[in-house]
């Protein structure tokens, strides 16, 4: 059963763009030896989207989405996270763009979509607890039981 997906970003400076994503955008994960991290987030998502040349066709891309885009931008700026385009509307959600060491472009976007996972997964409620019979109610029980 597949349980994930696996992105990869091909770089011209990999060191650079790994220290980016751990040190910069803060992603959690793991150096798996030999100074290989792998970045570990918590959800993904996976789209198929048309193309009108069949010539594109093959093309891949990754974007990460966020809740807050003005937040999430002011924040990675703040850090010295450099952004190649305002914020704009693309329908599907609100975008932008930013670049990493190693020629590597990514989109941000905070979708207006929602997933059918989200759904799936609601909070947990806790269990209800039972209250307690008193002592006495139980001794005085089994005892009209013999």
């Known amino acids: ?5 696996h992105g990869l970003f091909y770089s011209s400076d990999p060191d ?7 040190d910069k955008v803060r992603l959690p994960g793991s150096d ?4 290989w991290w792998i970045f570990d987030l918590a959800e993904g998502d996976l789209g198929v989207h048309p193309v009108e040349d069949p010539g594109d066709a093959g093309d891949h891309d990754v974007s990460f989405y966020c809740d807050d885009i003005h937040g999430t931008v002011a924040d990675l700026k703040s850090r010295g996270v450099p952004f190649t385009k305002d914020v704009e ?8 763009y930013f670049t990493v ?3 590597v472009t990514v ?3 905070e979708p207006r979509y929602r997933k059918a996972s989200s759904a799936r997964h609601p909070a947990k409620a806790k269990p209800k607890r039972r209250k307690a019979k008193p002592a006495k109610a139980k001794r005085a029980k ?3 039981r013999r």
């Open 1 to 5: 059963m597949i349980r994930g997906i």
């Open 16 to 22: 650079a763009t790994r220290a980016f994503f751990r």
């Open 32 to 35: 798996i030896g030999e100074g």
């Open 89 to 96: 509307d693309h329908g599907y959600g609100l975008v932008t």
């Open 101 to 103: 060491p190693g020629g």
């Open 107 to 109: 989109q941000l976007y």
């Open 142 to 144: 089994a005892r009209k």
